[in-house]
T-cell receptor, first 115, second 114 residues
Framework: AQSVAQPEDQVNVAEGNPLTVKCTYS??????LFWYVQYPNRGLQFLLK??????LVKGSYGFEAEFNKSQTSFHLKKPSALVSDSALYFC?????????????FGTGTKLQVIP | KAGVTQTPRYLIKTRGQQVTLSCSPI?????VSWYQQTPGQGLQFLFE???????NKGNFPGRFSGRQFSNSRSEMNVSTLELGDSALYLC?????????????FGQGTRLTVV
């Protein structure tokens, strides 16, 4: 069975500092990996995804994530945090070849950017 | 291209009542998935409908049911509401095909059971 772990319930970072939100996964074979962001009382918004190719994926709003197969990780990063980045972030995985109906989400990490 | 529309945005119901939530997917998308989101349990998968058939089901009691219409719009029904059913209910729309990796979420329906 596939699974996604987001080990930190909350991450606090000062505005202007780099941020990292961690995600590790367990799935048979190569995965499709995703990051979503959720603002209060809103749905999930797509940030970026890894399907194949370059391990460094660039997404919306200046976010990027690095796929590390040996560590089975897909950490979300941003060089300089903004207060407006404060939100809930979800990592998700789909097994290779599977459609979105097979997605598994992590438990979410709350990012708090401090002015 | 219109996004995923969930109605209503907010609902307040009393225990024991039933409720129906609606999700209109993106045009051309045939798969609709439903999720329950609570602070304690995170995002939990309820079920997925594809071409009017329930294709996948999560671990929820039978009080939670759904259906999908020929135009791919989906409804979710919760009967005999309990306080613990208070949550944000999200739906996601996707093509539903093997290898399809794009999905779009609605803004959710906030259900409060009192």
């Amino acid at each position: 069975a596939q699974s996604v772990a987001q080990p930190e319930d909350q991450v606090n970072v000062a505005e202007g500092n780099p941020l990292t939100v961690k995600c590790t996964y367990s799935v048979s074979g190569n995965p499709y990996l995703f990051w979503y962001v959720q603002y209060p009382n809103r749905g999930l918004q797509f940030l970026l995804k890894y399907i194949t190719g370059d391990n460094l994926v660039k997404g919306s709003y200046g976010f990027e994530a690095e796929f590390n197969k040996s560590q089975t990780s897909f950490h979300l990063k941003k060089p300089s945090a903004l207060v407006s980045d404060s939100a809930l972030y979800f990592c998700a995985v789909i097994p290779l070849g599977g459609g979105y109906q097979k997605v598994t989400f992590g438990t979410g990490t709350k990012l708090q950017v401090i002015p | 291209k219109a996004g995923v529309t969930q109605t209503p945005r907010y609902l307040i119901k009393t225990r024991g009542q039933q409720v129906t939530l609606s999700c209109s997917p993106i045009s051309g998308h045939r798969s609709v998935s439903w999720y329950q989101q609570t602070p304690g349990q995170g995002l939990q998968f309820l079920f997925e409908y594809f071409s009017e058939t329930q294709r996948n089901k999560g671990n929820f009691p039978g009080r939670f049911s759904g259906r999908q219409f020929s135009n791919s719009r989906s409804e979710m029904n919760v009967s005999t509401l309990e306080l613990g059913d208070s949550a944000l209910y999200l739906c996601a729309s996707s093509l539903g095909k093997q290898g399809s990796t794009e999905a779009f979420f609605g803004q959710g329906t906030r259900l409060t059971v009192v």
